[in-house]
């Protein structure tokens, strides 16, 4: 089951792949569909009703299936069994050709693979941080100058109040940010926030630290060019909006930026990355490792499915992988690769992540402890519509607090 189609070199990346692999193991007959083509919808939610029924039937339809830590949970809901990966999936932990062509941070204290029942499901190809995408042709014509690195969060509300001023005569209105349903973009953006707050901030109940958070979102709504946004729009319709010079910023993730090159080849002048904004200097930097697919434990193609896993850990896939994608890899590398080095979205990254502590993503970790900020989550919006106030959020939250 493939991942990646119509994301541009990820799912050429995916095609090469299983050409290379077919050419060196004719001895294996291949069938293959991109999980887009072959579920009602490319969702998590979709994979793991398949992989469920699967399981709950003993009929393996797909003995390589789409997995990633969301679809392991979902199915875990489904089954209502966190362990049932153990039981039904192959654990490549004690395969030297899998484990251990990992970056070797990944697995200590178990810090990724607890979100897939603490096996390793297979190689953690896809790596990703989290990122303002910003257009610079529309800042300039903005007479702003965005600020790559540390934005701070009156950046953010200044470069809003400039397009309510902008927005006052323009034939055509340009909001902050284009917001799609289900981006999760302003639960990143208050996670950002929050963790940038000072270490007594944090601490306790971190109430301090939240206040502050919702605080910068009922300012943002009192901008026209922050309440007006819809939520409503897909993700085609988001990135329509901002490459017609629409929205300033798309936050999101690295690999969105794949999405956008798919889309639109030529789109040096209207994407560049910047800085998720914070309150000070920004200590950490959020992002993800994630694997990508899963091999059917009482699959009858069992060990073709594990040689195709193995050949997907070696390390110049990996070089591709970040080559085609200009994202890291959880994969290692096996040699320096100027080309990669000198992309602007990797010159990004690589800045990003010196000297800077890693914090996995919000929705990786959710599930597990959320961060005392996702209690407030649900009033995001309506703060940003000004229907409600962050003194009214906190005291709604601590009324439904156990005591």
Not at 106 to 128: A, D, K, W
């Amino acid at each position: 089951m493939g991942h990646w189609k119509g994301e541009g070199l990820r799912e050429q990346l995916v095609r090469e792949v299983l050409e290379d692999f077919s050419f060196l193991n004719q001895d294996i007959q291949i069938e293959f569909a991109f999980a887009a083509d072959v579920l009602p919808e490319k969702s998590p939610a979709a994979a793991a009703e398949l992989i469920a029924r699967m399981v709950r039937t003993g009929t393996i339809e797909w003995d390589v299936v789409w997995l990633d830590a969301t679809i392991y949970r979902r199915v875990a809901k489904l089954l209502d069994d966190p362990g049932w990966g153990a039981k039904h999936l192959v654990d490549f932990f004690g395969n030297p050709a899998v484990e251990q062509a990992h970056k070797p941070f990944l697995f200590q204290e178990n810090t990724h693979c607890r979100n897939t029942g603490s096996i390793l499901t297979g190689p953690y190809i896809e790596g990703f941080f989290y990122l303002m995408i910003y257009n610079p042709s529309l800042a300039q014509r903005l007479g702003l100058e965005i600020r790559e690195e540390e934005m701070t969060a009156a950046d953010l509300l200044g470069y809003a109040r400039r397009l309510d001023e902008y927005n006052r005569t323009a034939a055509e209105p340009v909001d902050l940010l284009a917001l799609f349903a289900n981006s999760g973009s302003l639960q990143r953006l208050a996670y950002n926030l929050f963790l940038s707050c000072p270490p007594e901030e944090l601490a306790g109940n971190a109430e301090p630290a939240i206040a502050r958070v919702l605080q910068t979102f009922e300012q943002l709504g009192r901008c026209e060019s922050v309440r007006g946004m819809d939520v409503t729009r897909d993700w085609e319709a988001a990135s329509r909006m901002f490459m017609a010079d629409r929205a300033l910023f798309i936050a999101d993730a690295t690999w969105r930026c794949n999405m956008l090159t798919a889309a639109y080849p030529d789109i040096s002048r209207k994407a560049a990355p910047a800085q998720m904004p914070g309150f000070g200097p920004q200590r950490y930097c959020i992002g993800g490792f994630i694997p990508t697919w899963a091999v059917m434990k009482n699959s009858p193609a069992r060990a073709a499915g594990i040689r195709l896993m193995e050949f997907w850990s070696r390390p110049e896939i990996a070089e591709k992988w970040e080559r085609y994608t200009k994202n890291p890899s959880g994969l290692r590398g096996g040699v320096y690769d100027p080309e990669y080095r000198q992309d602007a979205l990797a010159i990004y990254q690589r800045r990003l992540s010196r000297g800077r502590t890693f914090r996995p993503d919000l929705f990786l970790e959710q599930d597990e402890v959320p961060p005392p900020i996702m209690a407030y989550s649900a009033f995001l919006l309506p703060l940003l519509r000004q229907e409600t106030t962050a003194a009214e959020a906190m005291q709604t939250v601590a009324r439904t607090k156990p005591r």
